[in-house]
C-alpha cells in the first residue's frame, strides 16, 4: 500500500533493512528477519522485536523509500506485505514516474512532485474502497464541493467522477485532479504556487487515444482542435480511458447525432449519468453487439457459470446473460459455445437439487423439448426469481400458441424435419426442407393486395442454370452436414452455436434453408412470431400513401436486381415496393435509403415476404445500427475502423497506400451493400450467409481478405484508379462452384475482349482465408475500435458543416476568415451551452444534422444577447441588452425566434468594416419597427435636456465668434436630400419623435466612455437640436396652417425646465407629465434616414467616431475567455428560462 511521505534519516535505522533494489530516486528494501534461509544474529533479532510487537506495530517486510540525491533524508512512499505487492509498486513508479523525474532541475521540486503524487493515490484508493462501500461516499462529496468552487459551472453540471494524475505542459508534468462531468473534462493544479485550470468539453475533443511518450510508457491524450493533451500516471487507467470514452461517446451522440438520439433513452437525461450507469451501459452495449439483439434490451445480470454441452459430453465455463426477453450464454473461450434463448421459447426455469457435482444447478427447457442445465450459478435464489417474474411478463405480452397435433409425427421422423419448434404463429411453421410453392400457401384473407407466399426462388430460377443434376448433388450434400448438425446441436433458434457451425456457414448454406436460418441466426424469428398480422396492417396502412420516400421507393424499385428474372415481372416488384413502403412506415427515422432495395431483393429471393421485412428489420435496427440514415453515420464509422484494421493487419500495403480514403469509395459500398452489387449475386449470398452468423465481423475480416489477396497489385499500381481497377476486376471474377446460376462473369465496365481471362476466385476458398487469417478481431474489440472512430466521424461532419457555412458567408462579408473561424465557434459553443445546463425551449431545438448546413445551428434571443455583448462593439452599458433585443428582431426576419449564423455575422460585419452610411441605417432601423416595438423595454422615455429643446433657435457656433441662423436653410436641405436619394433603394420609413427619442438615447450610450466622450456628446447634442428643428419645418409644411399652429404652441409649452439638466428621464420613474409630447403631435413630427444621416455628418468628431477602425480579435480573444463566466453568471442570477435578457 501506499504510505504518506514521512522523512527519516537511514542511519538512524541501526540496519534493521536490506537494500534489494536501487534507482537514481528510489530504494526497494526488505526487513531484516523476514526471507533470509540463514540465522545470522542481527536478522534473528530484528524477527523476534517484530514477532513480539502488538499487531498494529508491527512493521511491513518490505518498502519503497524516496531518495534525493546528494541528502541523507529519505521519504517512505509505498509498504507490502509480500514481495509481489511491492514489486507492483515498484513497477508502476519505474513506468510511471522514474522517466518523469529526470526533467525536474532542483531537487527539491522533484521530491515534492512524488510526493504530492503519492499523497493523490492513497486518496484515490481511499475514495475507491468508499465507494464500493456507499453511493456517495464523504471523499466524493468533498470532490463535488471542490469541483464546483474550481470551475464554478451551474448546479446542472453534474459530477461523474475523479482521478489524481498529470498534466503533461511540454516536458513538464503537473499534478493536479482530473474531473470527468456530463458535459467537460476539466483539470486543476496547484503546484509550486502556480494554479493551472483547463476546462474542455467533451464536444471539442475530436481525437482520444492512449499513447505513450519519450518520458511515459502509458498516456491518454486529448487532441482538440489546436492542442493535444496528454495525461498519466493514473492508478487505474483502464477504467479512466474507458470512462472517458463511454462520456465522450455519449455527448457527442447527444449533442450532435441527433438522427439516431432517440433511438437511445439513456442518453436523454445527462443529469441521472453516474461512472457506475456508465459502466453498465458499456456492458449493456457489448451485450446487446455481442448477441446482435435490439436496442430496447436492457441487461440484468452478468454471472459466471458452466453450461452443460452434450456434444461435448462436458460443462463448459462462461457467463450467463439476462434480459428482459432473453437468456445468453458466452464461453470463456472465443467462440467455444453461444446460445441465445428468447424467453418467448422458453417453457419452465427450475432449480434442482444442489449436489457436489452439480452445485446450484438450474434447468431451463424450451418448447422444441430441449432443456439447458446451468450451474455453479451464485445468488441463483434471486436469479431464478427474477428470471420466473420476467418470463412470467413476456408471456403475458406474447401469448404461445400451441400445436402438438403434429408434433409426435414429427419428432419421430416420419417428415424428417429440419426446423422443429412447437411455435406456431400466423400461418409460419418451421418443418419441412423444400420450399412451399406459391400455389400450396394459404393467402392472407384480410390484405389487399394478398402478399407473396413464399420466398422468390420457389417460383423465378435464374436463367443459364448450371447442370442441374451436379447442383442438386451438392446441394444434398450440404442438406445432410446440416442435418447431422442440428440433430446433434438444436435446430431452432436456441441451438448451440458452435465452431463446427460456423464452417458449415462458411462452405454457403443450401439454398433450400438459406431463408429460414438467417431467421434463425439475425433472431428476426422471434419478432415474426411476437408479432402476428403486424406486417399485414402495415402494408395496408402504407399503401397507397405518396410522399417524398415513396417517390425514391419507385425511382429505384426497377434498380433492384434487374438481371434476375424474379425482379423483371410485376410479382417481385410489387413484393420489394410492399416491404420498403412498410418498413418505411414502421420506421420514419430511417424511411428509405439507397441500398436497402438491393438487400431486401435479395431476402425475398430467399424468403418470404413477411421474413423479408423483419430480416430487414434486424439488419437496419441492431445488426447494422446508424447504417440507414440521412449521413449513413454507421457505415462512415465501420470505415473508419476498416482503414485501422489495414494499418494494423496489412502494414505494407497501408505504407504504399498513404491515403486510404482512397479506398472509401469502393469499400463504403462493401459495408452498406454486404458485397451484394459488388461480386456476382451467386457469390454475395455466401457473404449474406456469414454476415447473419457472425455480424459485421464477416464483412471486416472479408474486406481485408480481398485486399491481402491483391496486395501485390494494389502496391504495384500507379495511381488510384488503377487500383480501384483492381479490385473491381478481382471481385468481379469472384464465383460459386455450388451455386445454381451460370458461372461469375464480368458485369463491370474494366475488362475487354482482347484481355486474356481474368483468373477466377472461389468464394469459398476466400471467406475461409478470411476466418483463418483474420477472423481473431473480437466482438469487444470492434465495438472499442468503433466507440473511437466515432467521435472521429461525427467530428469530420462538424468540420463540414463549419467549412460549408463558411465558404457561403464568406464572400458576402469583409471579416477575415480566421476571425469568422473564431466567431463561429462561439456561436455554436453558445448553443452547446443552452444544451448542457438549461431545459429544452420550444423556440430553440436541438441541433438537427439533416437539415441545410447554414440551419443546423440556431440561436435564441438570449443566447443571441450573450453574443451581442461578448463581441459587439456597440456597448452601451446597461442599455446593451435593450440594443441586443431589438438586434435581434430585426434580424429574425420570418419571425420563428431563432437566428442563423449568416444574419449575425452580417450584422457585426455593418458594425465592424461598413460605411458610416451603413451603420448609421442600421442604427435607424434598430430604432424604427419591427425592431422597436410598442412594448418595447425603455421606450417611453421622453426627452429631458434643454439642449435638446425644440424651443431653442438653431445655431452654430463659429471660431470668430459669430453665430450663423441655419433656421431658413432646412427647408432646402430637406429637398436637395429628397434629390440625391437613390431611387432604386427600398425607403425605409421616417422615424417618428417616440422612435427618434430612442436612437438618441443609444448614440447617447454608445459614446460614454469615450477618450473623446465630451465632443462627442456636445456633437450629438447639436445633431439632435438640428434633427428636432427638422422635423418641426417637416411637420410645419405638411400641416395645415390651423393644425401647424396649435402644434407649435404645445411644443414650447410641454419642453421641460431649464433647472433640469439630465439627457434622459430615469427609468426607474414616472416623468410628470406624461403627454411630454402630444400625440397629435407625434403623429406628424417625422425625419428621414436621410435627414440623420446629413446631420450626423455636419460634425467631425461624430464622422471619426463612426469610421475609426475596429479590432474584432481583441474582442473575439476576450469573448473566448468570458463566454462560459458570462453564461454561468446569469443563470445563477436568472435560473427561470425566459426569452429576454436578465441584468448580468
Not at 418470463?391 to 416420419?414: E, I, R
Not at 465558404?807 to 453558445?830: A, G, N, T
Request: charged share 25%; hydrophobic share 35%.
Amino acid at each position: 500500500m501506499w504510505l504518506k511521505p514521512e522523512e527519516v534519516l537511514l542511519k538512524n535505522a541501526l540496519k534493521l533493512w536490506v537494500t534489494q533494489k536501487s534507482s537514481c530516486y528510489f530504494i526497494l528494501q526488505r526487513r531484516r528477519g523476514h526471507g533470509e534461509g540463514g540465522g545470522r544474529l542481527t536478522g534473528r533479532l530484528v524477527g523476534a522485536l517484530d514477532a513480539v510487537l502488538d499487531s498494529n506495530a508491527r512493521v511491513a517486510p518490505f518498502r519503497i523509500l524516496l531518495q534525493v540525491p546528494g541528502s541523507q533524508v529519505y521519504s517512505p512512499i509505498a509498504c507490502g506485505a509480500t514481495l509481489e505487492e511491492i514489486n507492483q509498486h515498484w513497477d508502476w513508479l519505474e513506468q510511471n514516474l522514474l522517466h518523469t523525474l529526470s526533467v525536474f532541475d532542483n531537487k527539491d521540486d522533484m521530491a515534492s512532485f512524488v510526493k504530492g503524487k503519492v499523497k493523490a493515490l492513497i486518496a484515490e484508493e481511499t475514495s475507491s474502497r468508499l465507494a464500493e462501500q456507499e453511493e456517495e461516499p464523504e471523499k466524493f462529496r468533498e470532490a463535488l464541493v471542490k469541483f464546483e468552487a474550481r470551475f464554478n459551472f451551474p448546479e446542472a453540471e453534474k459530477l461523474v467522477t475523479y482521478y489524481s494524475c498529470c498534466c503533461w505542459k511540454g516536458r513538464v508534468p503537473r499534478q493536479g485532479w482530473l474531473y470527468l462531468s456530463i458535459n467537460h473534462l476539466c483539470f486543476y493544479s496547484f503546484f509550486l504556487g502556480k494554479e493551472l485550470k483547463l476546462v474542455i468539453p467533451w464536444v471539442d475533443i475530436q481525437k482520444l487515444e492512449r499513447t505513450s511518450n519519450v518520458f511515459l510508457t502509458d498516456t491518454i491524450r486529448i487532441t482538440t482542435q489546436n492542442k493535444e493533451r496528454d495525461f498519466s500516471m493514473f492508478l487505474n487507467l483502464d477504467e479512466v480511458f474507458k470512462i472517458m470514452e463511454q462520456l465522450a461517446d455519449v455527448t457527442l451522440r447527444r449533442l450532435l447525432d441527433n438522427e439516431v438520439f432517440d433511438l437511445d433513452p439513456d442518453l436523454q437525461e445527462p443529469s441521472q449519468i453516474t461512472k457506475r450507469d456508465l459502466e453498465a451501459r458499456a456492458q449493456n452495449e457489448f451485450f446487446r453487439a455481442y448477441f446482435r439483439l435490439p436496442r430496447k434490451e436492457k441487461l440484468h445480470a452478468v454471472v459466471d457459470c458452466s453450461l452443460w454441452t452434450p456434444f461435448s459430453r462436458c460443462h463448459t465455463a462462461g457467463r450467463m446473460f439476462t434480459s428482459d426477453s432473453y437468456i445468453c450464454f458466452a464461453s470463456r473461450e472465443e467462440g467455444c459455445c453461444n446460445v441465445v434463448l428468447p424467453l418467448r421459447e422458453v417453457v419452465s426455469i427450475e432449480k434442482m437439487e444442489d449436489t457436489s457435482l452439480l452445485p446450484s444447478p438450474i434447468i431451463v427447457s424450451i418448447r422444441s423439448k430441449m432443456a439447458f442445465q446451468f450451474i455453479e450459478l451464485k445468488d441463483r435464489e434471486t436469479l431464478v426469481e427474477g428470471l420466473l417474474e420476467r418470463l412470467k411478463q413476456v408471456h403475458a405480452n406474447h401469448p404461445v400458441h400451441y400445436d402438438t397435433s403434429t408434433n409426435d409425427k414429427d419428432m419421430a421422423g416420419h417428415t424428417s424435419p429440419v426446423f422443429y419448434s412447437t411455435s406456431i404463429c400466423s400461418d409460419h411453421t418451421f418443418g419441412v426442407l423444400e420450399m412451399v410453392s406459391c400455389h400450396s400457401s394459404k393467402e392472407r384473407e384480410d390484405t389487399i393486395p394478398p402478399l407473396h407466399p413464399g420466398p422468390l426462388t420457389a417460383v423465378f430460377l435464374p436463367s443459364g442454370s448450371q447442370n442441374p443434376d451436379s447442383r442438386l448433388s451438392r446441394e444434398q450434400i450440404k442438406i445432410s452436414l446440416w442435418s447431422d448438425h442440428f440433430v446433434e446441436y438444436g435446430r431452432t433458434v436456441c441451438m448451440f452455436r458452435t465452431e463446427k457451425i460456423r464452417k458449415l456457414v462458411a462452405m454457403g448454406i443450401p439454398e433450400s434453408l438459406r431463408g429460414r436460418l438467417w431467421l434463425l441466426f439475425s433472431d428476426a424469428v422471434t419478432d415474426l412470431a411476437s408479432h402476428p398480422g403486424y406486417y399485414g396492417n402495415l402494408v395496408e396502412e402504407s399503401l397507397g400513401r405518396c410522399c417524398l420516400v415513396t417517390e425514391e421507393i419507385e425511382r429505384d424499385l426497377h434498380r433492384s436486381l434487374p438481371e434476375h428474372p424474379a425482379f423483371q415481372n410485376e410479382t417481385g416488384i410489387a413484393a420489394l415496393r410492399r416491404v420498403l413502403t412498410a418498413y418505411a412506415h414502421r420506421n420514419p427515422k430511417i424511411g428509405y435509403c439507397q441500398s436497402m432495395n438491393i438487400l431486401t431483393s435479395v431476402l425475398l429471393l430467399y424468403a418470404k415476404e413477411e421474413e423479408a421485412f423483419w430480416l430487414l428489420v434486424a439488419v437496419c435496427e441492431r445488426m447494422l445500427p446508424d447504417y440507414f440514415n440521412h449521413r449513413v453515420i454507421g457505415a462512415q464509422v465501420d470505415q473508419s475502423v476498416f482503414e485501422e484494421l489495414i494499418r494494423e493487419r496489412l502494414p505494407e500495403l497501408a505504407e504504399h497506400m498513404n491515403d486510404l480514403s482512397a479506398l472509401a469509395s469502393v469499400s463504403l459500398s462493401w459495408f452498406l451493400t454486404l458485397f451484394l452489387n459488388i461480386m456476382p449475386l451467386e457469390s454475395a449470398v455466401n457473404v449474406v450467409d456469414c454476415f447473419f452468423y457472425d455480424g459485421i465481423k464477416a464483412i471486416f475480416q472479408l474486406g481485408l481478405a480481398v485486399l491481402e489477396a491483391n496486395a501485390e497489385g494494389l502496391c504495384g499500381s500507379k495511381d488510384d484508379g488503377q487500383a480501384l481497377m483492381i479490385l473491381s476486376r478481382f471481385l468481379d471474377h469472384v464465383k460459386n462452384e455450388d451455386s445454381a446460376g451460370p458461372p461469375a462473369g464480368s458485369h463491370h465496365a474494366f475488362s475487354s475482349d482482347d484481355q486474356e481471362p481474368y483468373p477466377a476466385t472461389d468464394i469459398a476458398d476466400l471467406i475461409r482465408d478470411s476466418y483463418e487469417k483474420f477472423g481473431d478481431q473480437s466482438v469487444e474489440q470492434i465495438e472499442h475500435l468503433r466507440c473511437k472512430h466515432r467521435i472521429r466521424v461525427l467530428q469530420g461532419h462538424e468540420d463540414t458543416t463549419k467549412q460549408n457555412v463558411l465558404r457561403v458567408v464568406i464572400p458576402e462579408v469583409s471579416l477575415l476568415p480566421e476571425d469568422l473561424e473564431e466567431l463561429y465557434d462561439l456561436f455554436k459553443r453558445e448553443h452547446l451551452m443552452s444544451c448542457y445546463w438549461e431545459p429544452p425551449r420550444p423556440a430553440a431545438p436541438r441541433h438537427d444534422p439533416s437539415r441545410p448546413y447554414a440551419e443546423q445551428y440556431r440561436i435564441d434571443a438570449r443566447q443571441f444577447a450573450h453574443l451581442f455583448q461578448l463581441v459587439s462593439p456597440w456597448t452601451c452599458g446597461a442599455h446593451t441588452e435593450i440594443l441586443a433585443e431589438r438586434t435581434f428582431r430585426l434580424l429574425d426576419e420570418n419571425a420563428d425566434q431563432l437566428l442563423e449564423f449568416k444574419a449575425f455575422v452580417g450584422c457585426l460585419d455593418i458594425m465592424y468594416n461598413g460605411e458610416m452610411n451603413e451603420k448609421i441605417k442600421l442604427l435607424y432601423r434598430l430604432h424604427i419597427p419591427p425592431a422597436l416595438t410598442e412594448n418595447d423595454r425603455d421606450s417611453q422615455s421622453p426627452l429631458k435636456n434643454p439642449l435638446l429643446s425644440t424651443s431653442r433657435p438653431l445655431v452654430f457656433g463659429k471660431s470668430n465668434g459669430d453665430t450663423v441662423d441655419y433656421q431658413k436653410q432646412l427647408k432646402q436641405m430637406i429637398k436637395d436630400l429628397a434629390k440625391e436619394k437613390d431611387k432604386t433603394e427600398k425607403e425605409l420609413p421616417k422615424m417618428s419623435q417616440r422612435e427618434f427619442i430612442q436612437l438618441c438615447k443609444t448614440l447617447y450610450s454608445m459614446f460614454h466612455e469615450d477618450p473623446e466622450e465630451n465632443d462627442l456628446y456636445q456633437a450629438i447634442a447639436t445633431v439632435t437640436t438640428l434633427l428636432l428643428q427638422i422635423g418641426e419645418v417637416g411637420q410645419r409644411s405638411s400641416s395645415s396652417g390651423s393644425c401647424s399652429q396649435e402644434c407649435a404652441e404645445e411644443l414650447p409649452r410641454s419642453a421641460p425646465s431649464l433647472e433640469q439638466d439630465s439627457v434622459f428621464v430615469d427609468p426607474g420613474k414616472t416623468p410628470q407629465d406624461s403627454r411630454a409630447f402630444p400625440e397629435s403631435a407625434e403623429g406628424d413630427w417625422t425625419v428621414s434616414l436621410e435627414h440623420i444621416l446629413a446631420s450626423l455628418l455636419t460634425e467631425q468628431s461624430l464622422v471619426n467616431f463612426f469610421e475609426k477602425p475596429l479590432d474584432i480579435k481583441s474582442k473575439l480573444e476576450n469573448a473566448k475567455i468570458n463566454q462560459y463566466s458570462l453564461k454561468t453568471s446569469e443563470m445563477s442570477h436568472q435560473p427561470q428560462p425566459e426569452l429576454k435578457l436578465s441584468n448580468l
